[in-house]
């Protein structure tokens, strides 16, 4: 994948699943308003959002499994 750390791997893992939790709260509360006011804007606000938050999760799993293959390898790099 890259050249970065154990650490840099799982500190970006850790930013990518804190993004998606920010977009699954966005996806949620646009799910809320579209309940309330019928806006169909909305739906397609929370389906944009739970797309981000998939890619954030499939990155925070790349990320996290580089980061132990990295520390597996022992090689620091």
Known sequence: MSDKSTAENMLDAAKAKVNEGADRL???GHN???AVTGD???KAEALEDRAKAEVHNR???AEYTEG???AKDGDGH
């Open 68 to 70: 132990k293959r990295e």
């Open 32 to 34: 809320a308003a579209h």
């Open 40 to 42: 169909a804007h909305h």
């Open 59 to 61: 990155e925070a799993n």
């Open 26 to 28: 966005r996806e949620a």
